[in-house]
């Protein structure tokens, strides 16, 4: 009850125009090189970081609201998933992740291999599983395409998108091609995880041609514009495929993300020397199958000691669940991450893997996207009390606190099913 009190009387003081505010006395996660920042002020204008600091002058027309030394941070990042373009994952017709055109063999002009299909087209703002998240803390996600039965393990573009309900939400410079590779890709690929590179080196041999057999026109005009250096996120768990990967994106030119990487810490030197972010599932402690054989809950901390950029993304229904990315990071941390890298993996490495250099950090200059916290945001049993993006208060009302919110309140004439509100 105190916590929906909160949430209500900071909605009503933040009306929904607002970009100028001025947070007082709180502990600023900076998620940067300054730290933690105890006492601090975070004063935002036109949606932008202006000034952080002790004690700062509040312009007159500035909200001001007193964080009671409570944790501020930046907006977390949702992962991996499919907010917006998957409403419930076991009704089909709801689902906008993935293309499956039919077999690939033998290969045709107009085969299921299609890396032109781009998901941000179906993106929906205003899915209900976005509001659920939203108000646990996450302000964006890369939107990630499915390889399917009947289409290609080159499953497709995604972006970066903003959750705060606008349509134009994909950020620029965040799109990114996605590639999975491994036993459970190798049904698409001839049964075999050797053929995913044979038929790698053919479409990008057929990208640079300009013509062939197994991509579209248009899909080698897109697989040409990542042979330039563009970002390419590779699900890949076995510490073999992972050098494969890294080897491919050398002699290719493309900037590799490892997502998944059960078995990283095997090839940790590698992945450092190549500057590649890895994407963790931290809660992954026992092999799921013969290309994990090595996974643990140190993966996350073992590759940090070896100075690889450690972010999080869940595995299985990431969609549903990535307001539980948190969980992730706290359960790294309890098994030798440190704390300030858990952060970062939430924020700040990311926002840097998808090329977004405006957000991921609370500095001056940086986008508002903000979250103020009940307690530590890496504990299961704090909450977000408010969310701002922009330095605009989001609502914090999702599907489940109105269905709880209806079903608490006292019978009226009308069965609690017929409420409106």
Not at 171 to 200: C, E, N, T
Not at 203 to 218: F, H, K, N, P, Y
Request: proline share 4%.
């Amino acid at each position: 009850m105190k916590r929906l009190i909160l949430c209500v009387l900071m909605a009503a003081a933040l009306p929904a125009s607002a970009q100028n505010l001025l947070i007082r006395d709180a502990t600023v996660h900076t998620a940067g090189a300054a730290g933690t920042l105890k006492d601090h002020d975070v004063l935002v204008q036109a949606g932008v970081v202006r000034a952080i600091g002790p004690d700062l002058a509040a312009p007159a027309g500035v909200t001001v609201i007193d964080a009671k030394g409570r944790p501020l941070t930046p907006g977390l990042f949702g992962g991996l998933s499919g907010l917006g373009i998957e409403e419930v994952s076991g009704e089909a017709a709801t689902v906008d992740a993935g293309l499956a055109l039919g077999t690939m063999t033998p290969p045709h002009e107009g085969s299921s291999w299609r890396p032109e299909f781009d998901v941000d087209v179906a993106f929906n703002p205003h899915s209900a599983a976005i509001g659920v998240n939203r108000v646990e803390g996450i302000t964006f996600t890369t939107l990630s395409p499915s390889a399917l039965p009947g289409g290609s393990f080159v499953a497709g573009q995604g972006s970066v998108v903003r959750l705060d309900g606008r349509y134009d939400a994909a950020l620029a410079g965040s799109r990114s091609l996605f590639i999975d590779l491994g036993s459970d890709a190798s049904v698409l690929s001839g049964g075999s995880r050797a053929g995913q590179w044979m038929l790698l080196e053919q479409a990008v041999a057929e990208a640079r041609a300009g013509s062939g057999d197994l991509l579209t026109r248009a899909g080698r005009a897109t697989l040409a514009r990542y042979l330039a250096g563009g970002r390419v996120v590779f699900q890949v768990d076995r510490a073999a495929d992972i050098r494969q990967v890294l080897a491919f994106a050398k002699k290719h030119g493309m900037r590799p993300v490892i997502a998944g990487g059960a078995e990283a810490w095997r090839v940790a030197a590698e992945l450092k020397a190549a500057d590649a972010v890895v994407l963790v599932d931290a809660l992954a402690n026992l092999p799921s199958s013969f290309d994990s054989l090595a996974s643990g809950l140190e993966t996350a901390a073992r590759l940090h000691r070896a100075g690889v950029k450690v972010g999080f993304s869940q595995r299985g229904d990431a969609t549903h669940n990535a307001r539980k990315q948190r969980q992730l990071a706290g359960n790294a941390v309890a098994h030798g991450l440190p704390w300030d890298a858990a952060l970062a993996g939430l924020t700040v490495v990311p926002a840097r893997a998808f090329g977004l250099s405006d957000r991921g950090q609370i500095a001056v200059g940086q986008a508002a996207d903000l979250v103020l916290w009940s307690g530590d945001p890496l504990e299961v049993n704090t909450w977000a009390e408010q969310v701002w993006f922009d330095g605009v208060a989001a609502n914090m009302r999702s599907r489940q606190t109105e269905l709880r919110d209806r079903y608490l309140a006292p019978e009226g004439a009308l069965p609690r099913a017929y409420t409106t509100n």
